[in-house]
């Protein structure tokens, strides 16, 4: 069992930039691929980043590409989200999961979830 707790969104102007964090507990923490997906009213969940155990690999949805940048700290059972040059578009409630498979190919084969983190960018 993995709890999982995200921090850092909140409401941000166009061009800024947050940092989310996600902090775990429960199981050994470094067994588990990370991941960062975000849900917009009236929209389907999106896949946002991953990020392997080591945290050697990782992977960026096209709409967050060179934009967004995540990574861990298996020291710290944390994993994080870096979002540069937000968009309205990126506002949406982010959450953060993890899989105990080393290539989830989807949301579904992600096992645990945090509660969620509301991110706002306005113009």
């Known amino acids: 069992q993995v709890q999982l707790v995200e921090s850092g969104g909140g409401m941000v102007q166009a061009g800024g930039s947050l940092r989310l964090s996600c902090a775990a507990s429960?199981?050994?923490?470094?067994?588990?691929?990370m991941g960062w997906f975000r849900q917009a009213p009236g929209k389907e969940r999106e896949f946002v980043a991953t990020i392997r155990s080591s945290g050697g690999r990782t992977y960026s949805g096209d709409s967050v590409k060179g934009r967004f940048t995540i990574s861990r700290d298996n020291a710290k059972n944390t994993v994080y989200l870096q979002m540069n040059s937000l968009k309205p578009e990126d506002t949406a409630v982010y959450y953060c999961?993890?899989?105990?498979?080393?290539?989830?190919?989807?949301?579904?084969?992600?096992?645990?979830w945090g509660q969620g983190t509301q991110v706002t960018v306005s113009l």
């Open positions: 429960g199981d050994s923490f470094s067994r588990y691929t």
């Open positions: 999961a993890a899989a105990i498979r080393s290539f989830p190919s989807n949301e579904y084969e992600f096992e645990y």
